[in-house]
């Protein structure tokens, strides 16, 4: 079945620090969207990519889709403390239904 | 908008006992999600339904595991008999009609699970 791996599993950063994380599918996928979800809190929708390479920012998060359409990225720039939580991404196979990603739990150090 | 609600927000039951979860998706949406989030296996999807009807319930662990929607504005996920490794974050989302391939999931508060 399709699978969606993130990397790494944990980040801790520097306040002020640069964060990415990483997404793999098994698979080509026809979009894949991104989630974070802060400590305690459920997974709220950031933004979806479906074009081959296709980039998008909001403020300071840039993401990207990679030409195959299998792997994708997060970036963070200069990160803040309200930038913790756990980024999820989710990739979808066609009308399938989404795929969630392992997840990256990323934590601050001010 | 009220959001996809949930309840209850925390369950605390013994091992054998039936459990129960509720959830109302945004109104309008035509598709719900049922997950799982623990530690170790992370967010799982358990069953989807659209238009109220299931469409894949290959996540539903066992057979304990049981979920409904008689309407479009609720769903049930019911577990009988719980076991302590059925304690996790139960979550339900909703997504509107896919429009252009774009739908993206709203998830609800979470219902937190412990099982002694």
């Known amino acids: 079945g399709q699978q969606v791996m993130q990397i790494p599993q944990y980040q801790h950063v520097q306040e002020g620090e640069d964060f990415t994380t990483y997404c793999n599918s098994s698979?080509?996928?026809?979009?894949i969207q991104w989630y974070k979800q802060r400590p305690g809190g459920h997974p709220v929708f950031l933004i979806q990519?479906?074009?081959?390479?296709e980039v998008k920012k909001q403020k300071r998060l840039t993401f990207q889709f990679g030409e195959a359409k299998k792997n994708s990225s997060l970036h963070i720039t200069a990160t803040q403390t309200t930038d913790v939580g756990t980024y999820f991404c989710?990739?979808?196979?066609?009308?399938?239904?989404?795929?969630f990603g392992t997840g990256t739990r990323l934590t601050i150090i001010p | 908008d009220a959001g996809v609600i949930q309840s209850p927000r925390h369950e605390v039951t013994e091992m054998g006992q039936e459990v129960t979860l509720r959830c109302k998706p945004i109104?309008?949406?035509?598709?719900l999600f049922w997950y799982r989030q623990t530690m170790m296996r992370g967010l799982e999807l358990l069953i989807y339904?659209?238009?109220?009807?299931?469409?894949?319930d290959s996540g539903m662990p066992e057979d304990r595991f049981s979920a409904k929607m008689p309407n479009a504005s609720f769903s049930t996920l019911k577990i009988q008999p719980s076991e302590p490794r059925d304690s996790a974050v139960y979550f339900c989302?909703?997504?509107?009609?896919?429009?252009?391939?774009?739908?993206?999931?709203?998830f609800g508060p979470g219902t937190r699970l412990t099982v002694l």
């Open positions: 109104s309008g949406h035509n598709s």
């Open positions: 989302a909703s997504s509107p009609p896919l429009a252009g391939g774009y739908n993206e999931q709203f």
């Open positions: 989710a990739g979808r196979l066609g009308n399938e239904k989404l795929t």
């Open positions: 698979t080509t996928l026809s979009n």
């Open positions: 990519l479906v074009k081959s390479g």
């Open positions: 339904f659209n238009n109220n009807v299931p469409i894949d």
